[in-house]
């Protein structure tokens, strides 16, 4: 969940409110098991052999780099306001439903800002190029797009709102 420091980040209201709350989850429990772990692990002895203990301020290292990155995603989101979004052309946060129209095959896919991308499960950032290509453009519409293959030429059949679930890990 790298991000650059003033660059602002697209984020649906969902994504916004997991992120706080993985925010507040390593604060206020991940921080505190770690920190027991690492009192428990200097309770073993020597430290520089100490495998428990390394560990530990690993973990320990990897949750404030987690904090971090969380606080900055914060900080520079820019939160998609679902009331203002038309509904009837692709837009940030919406689900198309296109159509290869030479191969006739479909994809749903979601547009979401780059940090909540995830494309093995057709969540697709507004930067990539499909995601380009259908962006601002309404039901029916054609769209080209270059991928490595070449051109492809999708239609856009459907555009509707989904709900996306956020695991805690």
Do not use: W
């Not at 706080?20 to 098991?33: E, I, V």
């Not at 100490?50 to 530990?56: F, K, P, R, S, T």
């Not at 987690?66 to 998609?80: D, M, P, Q």
Request: glycine share 6%.
């Amino acid at each position: 969940m790298a991000t650059s420091q003033g660059k602002e980040i697209i984020l649906t209201r969902e994504a916004f409110e997991n992120c706080q709350k993985k925010l507040d989850y390593f604060k206020t429990h991940h921080r505190k098991a770690v920190a027991e772990r690492i009192k428990l692990a200097k309770e073993f002895g020597d430290l520089s052999e100490n495998a428990e203990y390394e560990d530990a301020k690993n973990e320990q290292a990897f949750i404030e780099g987690e904090i971090l990155n969380l606080e900055n995603t914060i900080r520079y989101a820019k939160v998609i306001d679902e009331k203002e979004v038309i509904r009837d052309i692709v837009n940030l946060g919406l689900t198309a439903c296109i159509r290869d129209i030479e191969t006739d095959e479909t994809f749903e896919m979601t547009i979401v800002g780059s940090l909540e991308s995830d494309p093995s499960n057709g969540y697709i950032s507004n930067e990539s190029p499909i995601g380009k290509a259908i962006l601002g453009r309404a039901l029916g519409e054609e769209v080209e797009v270059e991928v490595p293959n070449g051109k492809v030429i999708y239609k856009i059949e459907k555009i509707y709102q989904k709900q996306k679930q956020f695991d805690m890990a």
